[in-house]
């Protein structure tokens, strides 16, 4: 496939990840991820694949919505680097919180699919 196909793969992907993680399906997030994933959150805190699955699954928060911009993907062989910026409107309970951040996502591509294996948030505070 030209670089021009996996780019838009991956950029297919994330948006499937965004799609996942606001309707809290965690069978089709579980599909994305590698079996070593690793995701360092805004607050230092790390999480693997499990862990970040069993967050999603018991999550009570709503998103309003989520969305990302100015990604970029870059293309080493079978390694994806994606960096972006997200914003994401969620309700918790009476609560609305609004929050911007950056995110860089590593992907690889095994037995001819990409997988997520990494991923860090980091918030922007106005």
């Not at 070593?36 to 959150?41: E, I, L, Q, V």
């Not at 805004?42 to 694949?49: A, H, P």
């Not at 309970?93 to 991923?119: A, E, L, M, P, T």
Request: aromatic content about 10%.
């Amino acid at each position: 496939k030209s670089a021009n196909d996996e780019t838009g793969q991956i950029m297919a992907l994330e948006s499937a990840w965004n799609q996942a993680e606001v309707q809290h399906d965690t069978r089709a997030m579980g599909m994305l991820l590698g079996e070593t994933y690793t995701y360092t959150d805004s607050d230092g805190s790390v999480l693997n694949k499990n862990q970040w699955l069993a967050l999603m699954k018991k999550e009570t928060a709503s998103f309003e919505q989520l969305g990302n911009s100015g990604i970029k993907v870059y293309l080493y062989g079978s390694v994806a680097m994606v960096t972006g910026g997200y914003r994401e409107r969620v309700r918790q309970k009476r609560n609305v919180i609004v929050r911007s951040g950056r995110f860089i996502d590593v992907w690889i591509k095994q037995n001819g699919y990409w997988k997520c294996v990494g991923g860090q948030a980091t918030l922007i505070i106005p």
